[in-house]
């Protein structure tokens, strides 16, 4: 991973399958532990709060 402060996601499990989240005032960075290609998501902290809304809302319809 790169130079950024990563999280591990206080919901992973045992093994290598983990959420790694970074933070700054202007950029949410999410990565997954097993990718191979060490792939980050990069989000505008706007962005990141409606797709966490949107995805909270959304399981309450469910």
Known sequence: ????HWQKSSYCQEGDACVHISADPTTIRLTESADPTQAVLDAAPTAFGALLRSLKERRRRD
């Open 1 to 4: 991973m790169s130079t950024h």
